[in-house]
Protein backbone atom coordinates (compact mmCIF):
# COMPACT_ATOMS: atom_id res chain seq x y z
CA UNK A 1 0.00 0.00 0.00
CA UNK A 2 2.58 2.54 1.09
CA UNK A 3 4.38 1.55 -2.60
CA UNK A 4 1.48 2.61 -3.98
CA UNK A 5 0.67 5.74 -2.37
CA UNK A 6 4.36 6.81 -2.99
CA UNK A 7 4.13 5.66 -6.64
CA UNK A 8 0.87 7.91 -6.81
CA UNK A 9 2.73 11.20 -4.81
CA UNK A 10 5.68 10.97 -7.45
CA UNK A 11 3.30 10.66 -10.74
CA UNK A 12 1.34 13.88 -9.37
CA UNK A 13 4.39 15.73 -8.84
CA UNK A 14 5.61 14.92 -12.62
CA UNK A 15 2.44 16.01 -13.77
CA UNK A 16 2.35 19.28 -11.93
CA UNK A 17 5.76 19.68 -13.18
CA UNK A 18 5.22 19.36 -16.54
CA UNK A 19 1.79 21.58 -16.75
CA UNK A 20 3.93 24.18 -14.81
CA UNK A 21 6.39 24.31 -17.12
CA UNK A 22 4.35 24.07 -20.18
CA UNK A 23 2.50 27.01 -19.37
CA UNK A 24 6.04 28.77 -19.15
CA UNK A 25 6.03 30.83 -22.73
CA UNK A 26 9.26 30.16 -24.71
CA UNK A 27 12.27 32.67 -24.03
CA UNK A 28 12.65 35.40 -26.61
CA UNK A 29 14.47 38.21 -27.31
CA UNK A 30 13.82 41.17 -29.48
CA UNK A 31 16.45 44.78 -30.19
CA UNK A 32 13.78 47.36 -30.99
CA UNK A 33 15.27 49.81 -33.45
CA UNK A 34 18.72 50.02 -34.67
CA UNK A 35 22.04 48.92 -32.72
CA UNK A 36 23.65 52.22 -33.18
CA UNK A 37 27.38 53.32 -32.66
CA UNK A 38 27.57 54.77 -29.06
CA UNK A 39 23.89 55.41 -28.58
CA UNK A 40 21.04 53.58 -26.18
CA UNK A 41 19.82 50.20 -26.62
CA UNK A 42 16.08 49.05 -26.67
CA UNK A 43 15.68 45.28 -26.24
CA UNK A 44 13.00 43.36 -25.11
CA UNK A 45 12.63 39.98 -23.24
CA UNK A 46 9.19 37.97 -23.63
CA UNK A 47 8.95 34.12 -21.74
CA UNK A 48 11.27 32.33 -19.91
CA UNK A 49 11.76 32.87 -16.18
CA UNK A 50 12.67 35.82 -14.53
CA UNK A 51 15.66 36.81 -13.59
CA UNK A 52 17.33 37.15 -17.27
CA UNK A 53 20.75 37.52 -17.72
CA UNK A 54 21.17 39.48 -20.98
CA UNK A 55 24.69 39.70 -22.13
CA UNK A 56 25.96 42.08 -25.47
CA UNK A 57 29.21 40.04 -27.35
CA UNK A 58 31.00 42.35 -30.00
CA UNK A 59 31.46 39.43 -32.58
CA UNK A 60 34.99 40.84 -33.94
CA UNK A 61 36.66 41.65 -29.80
CA UNK A 62 38.93 39.02 -28.78
CA UNK A 63 40.09 41.02 -25.70
CA UNK A 64 36.65 42.48 -25.06
CA UNK A 65 34.34 41.35 -22.60
CA UNK A 66 31.04 40.96 -23.07
CA UNK A 67 28.85 43.80 -21.66
CA UNK A 68 26.36 41.83 -18.86
CA UNK A 69 23.38 43.00 -17.09
CA UNK A 70 21.19 41.79 -14.77
CA UNK A 71 17.59 42.38 -14.92
CA UNK A 72 16.21 41.39 -11.91
CA UNK A 73 12.48 42.31 -11.94
CA UNK A 74 9.34 41.23 -14.23
CA UNK A 75 10.09 44.33 -16.68
CA UNK A 76 10.71 43.08 -20.25
CA UNK A 77 11.89 46.13 -21.89
CA UNK A 78 15.56 46.96 -20.88
CA UNK A 79 17.40 50.59 -22.58
CA UNK A 80 21.31 50.39 -22.22
CA UNK A 81 22.80 54.38 -22.47
CA UNK A 82 25.65 53.82 -24.70
CA UNK A 83 26.88 50.73 -26.55
CA UNK A 84 30.51 51.38 -26.97
CA UNK A 85 31.22 49.22 -30.40
CA UNK A 86 31.82 50.69 -33.57
CA UNK A 87 29.69 50.73 -36.68
CA UNK A 88 30.33 48.31 -39.08
CA UNK A 89 30.82 45.85 -35.88
CA UNK A 90 28.46 43.19 -35.17
CA UNK A 91 26.91 42.11 -31.66
CA UNK A 92 25.11 39.37 -30.60
CA UNK A 93 22.74 39.79 -27.57
CA UNK A 94 21.98 36.48 -25.84
CA UNK A 95 18.87 36.13 -23.13
CA UNK A 96 19.58 33.32 -20.16
CA UNK A 97 16.41 32.89 -17.81
CA UNK A 98 16.95 31.75 -13.70
CA UNK A 99 16.37 28.20 -15.13
CA UNK A 100 19.25 28.37 -17.71
CA UNK A 101 17.18 28.67 -20.77
CA UNK A 102 18.90 30.53 -23.37
CA UNK A 103 18.47 32.65 -26.86
CA UNK A 104 20.15 34.68 -29.10
CA UNK A 105 20.02 37.56 -31.23
CA UNK A 106 21.86 36.32 -34.23
CA UNK A 107 24.14 38.54 -35.45
CA UNK A 108 23.59 42.37 -35.23
CA UNK A 109 25.67 44.58 -37.26
CA UNK A 110 26.17 48.47 -35.27
CA UNK A 111 24.75 51.15 -37.49
CA UNK A 112 26.77 54.23 -37.88
CA UNK A 113 26.61 57.15 -35.80
CA UNK A 114 28.06 60.98 -35.29
CA UNK A 115 28.54 60.12 -31.75
CA UNK A 116 31.91 58.25 -31.21
CA UNK A 117 32.57 59.53 -27.32
CA UNK A 118 32.34 55.73 -26.10
CA UNK A 119 35.20 54.28 -28.61
CA UNK A 120 38.65 54.77 -27.63
CA UNK A 121 40.79 55.11 -29.98
CA UNK A 122 42.39 52.27 -31.89
CA UNK A 123 45.28 52.19 -35.12
CA UNK A 124 44.81 50.12 -37.66
CA UNK A 125 44.72 45.78 -37.40
CA UNK A 126 46.85 43.62 -39.48
CA UNK A 127 45.16 41.20 -41.21
CA UNK A 128 46.61 38.57 -38.20
CA UNK A 129 44.76 40.64 -35.82
CA UNK A 130 41.61 40.51 -37.70
CA UNK A 131 41.65 36.37 -38.10
CA UNK A 132 42.52 36.42 -33.89
CA UNK A 133 39.19 38.37 -33.56
CA UNK A 134 37.04 36.38 -35.04
CA UNK A 135 38.69 33.63 -34.14
CA UNK A 136 37.65 34.89 -30.71
CA UNK A 137 34.64 35.87 -30.88
CA UNK A 138 33.53 32.65 -32.02
CA UNK A 139 34.76 30.73 -29.20
CA UNK A 140 33.12 33.75 -26.66
CA UNK A 141 29.89 33.37 -28.48
CA UNK A 142 30.33 29.39 -28.03
CA UNK A 143 31.08 30.00 -24.72
CA UNK A 144 28.42 32.44 -23.98
CA UNK A 145 25.59 29.34 -25.59
CA UNK A 146 27.65 27.24 -23.17
CA UNK A 147 26.84 29.23 -20.00
CA UNK A 148 30.63 29.35 -19.48
CA UNK A 149 31.12 32.93 -19.40
Known sequence: MLFVVLLLTSL????????RSSERETLS???????VQCEALD?????????YTLSILPFMEV?????????????TTAFFPSIPFLSGDFVVVIVKDSLGDSIDSGLVRVAPSDNSLCIRNSS??????????????????????????
Open 63 to 75: KSEPLVFELENDT
Open 29 to 35: VEIRGSV
Open 43 to 51: VKVDGGTPP
Open 12 to 19: LAVHALSV
Open 124 to 149: PMSMGEILLRVLGSWIHAVRAQMGVL
